[in-house]
């Protein structure tokens, strides 16, 4: 086990450069399964979760070589059509090799897979959508697998009633491949998602987004090969804008997603953040000395990302007046806040009156555990001190970073294996901001 040593109180000030999307990464790892001529993926982030899909990859039978942050990756077409349950029970993205293993193999078994404990985050909905082209997929609780053959996939309509970024990647996944044309409406509109389609394309896809917001694509017989460079990762993005924020600093952001950032910058603004667009690529991020609070609700994009709420709530500790955060995507992402109310945060949870919760929410309503709310409340401005807290998952982690970095003291962050799933080397770029943070393995202290 690893942690942190956070002293606070330092105001960041310097330069740092994005690391490459993590969100784009590993589905761009498993567009691989689609072609047996080489995929090669510049600007990847060397984190946890893509060390983990590499090993999904290669039992898989793709051959992955990592060099610096460019991965290539080549497909021989006949290796295993089974992810292992150790390995692909540890990621969700492992799921989406699903559609790739149908269209190529007619044939796979996955675990039912994992990832971040932020809510239920089920995969029925892209389960049903393969069905509906043709797969014939059954859960087995007593191994733990889903089982799925197809003779061969088709094109056909297909609505998800809530938006699924992930469903969305999936059938797209399935389709540049099945026979006819799929037509995915109510689609997800994430950036990343096009990211992924521009390498499709790039790679003989035929995919196209519509006025209407639907996603349209027409198989074709085979892919070949491309080489592609990732887009910079948003999360990472803010949460070194409010690194900024939280610490009175001054960082400039190079491989800015800027164009990306609306809701998310909007809010800063209103919040009292200064954004200084150096050019088209490059982000300067500072605050005015009162930080104001704004409410906020998550909500798919174009909306305020559900990724950006643990960040958005632990800088809004620092607003002076009472801010309101409604978590309106997962049915469990506060973590967090036990850990804020330790090192000294006010907060209160609270449910928001929902006239119809079950159209509101972004989640099954159903999911939802009792005793679980969907909002808090901030009230600042509060000086935060230093505490022992535990990183639960990848966004707390750098909500509790982000903490310990303008907290008076040393504070310590266990579980720091769980910041790594999301974030490159995260305390050499905070390091290089002039933090005072150290990574600390146990068996050394």
């Not at 389960?127 to 061969?152: C, K, P, Q």
Request: aromatic share 8%.
């Amino acid at each position: 086990m690893e942690k942190f040593i956070i002293n606070g109180g330092v105001s960041l000030k310097g330069d740092i450069r994005l690391q490459g999307a993590k969100n784009v990464a590993l589905k761009m790892f498993v567009a691989a399964l689609l072609t047996e001529e080489k995929i090669i993926l510049h600007n990847v982030p060397h984190i946890r979760d893509i060390t983990m899909m590499a090993e999904v990859m290669s039992e898989l039978g793709v051959s992955v070589t990592m060099e610096e942050n460019t991965v290539t990756l080549l497909y021989r077409g006949n290796g295993e059509t089974l992810v292992p349950l150790e390995v692909g029970s540890r990621l969700r993205t492992s799921s989406l090799v699903l559609g790739p293993l149908l269209a190529r193999r007619y044939k796979a078994t996955i675990p039912n897979p994992g990832g971040c404990r932020i809510g239920a985050r089920p995969i029925d909905r892209h389960i049903d959508a393969l069905r509906a082209m043709g797969a014939d997929i059954e859960y087995d609780s007593s191994d733990g697998y889903f089982h799925a053959h197809s003779n061969s996939l088709r094109g056909t309509t297909i609505r998800f009633e809530k938006n699924t970024h992930t469903g969305t990647e999936a059938i797209i996944l399935a389709a540049v491949l099945a026979k006819g044309t799929t037509v995915i409406e109510n689609a997800a509109k994430e950036v990343e998602i096009d990211d992924l389609i521009a390498l499709l394309c790039q790679m003989g896809a035929r995919i196209e987004r519509t006025a209407s917001g639907s996603i349209v694509i027409d198989g074709v017989d085979s892919l070949h090969g491309a080489e592609y460079t990732i887009m910079g990762d948003r999360n990472e993005e803010v949460t070194f804008a409010i690194a900024a924020g939280m610490t009175q600093g001054d960082i400039v952001v190079h491989d800015s997603q800027r164009p990306h950032l609306s809701a998310f910058l909007d809010a800063f603004e209103k919040a009292g953040g200064i954004v200084d667009a150096i050019d088209e690529y490059t982000t300067r991020y500072r605050v005015k000395e009162r930080i104001f609070p704004v409410d906020i609700e998550t909500r798919p994009h174009p909306g305020f990302m559900t990724d950006w709420q643990g960040p958005w709530a632990v800088f809004m500790t620092q607003a002076d007046g009472v801010s309101r955060l409604h978590e309106a995507v997962f049915e469990n992402r506060f973590s967090y806040v036990k850990h804020l109310l330790k090192m000294g945060a006010d907060i209160r949870f609270y449910d928001p009156r929902v006239s119809d919760p079950e159209t509101f929410y972004n989640f099954r309503w159903k999911d939802r555990i009792e005793g679980i709310y969907q909002a808090i409340e901030i009230h600042g401005p509060t000086r935060l001190h230093n505490a022992v807290v535990e990183m639960d998952d990848i966004r707390a982690g750098a909500t509790l970073i982000l903490a310990a970095l303008s907290a008076e003291g040393e504070s310590y962050l266990y579980e720091g294996e769980n910041i790594d799933r999301g974030y490159e080397r995260i305390e050499d770029k905070l390091r290089s901001l002039g933090a005072n943070i150290e990574r600390v393995k146990e068996d050394d202290v």
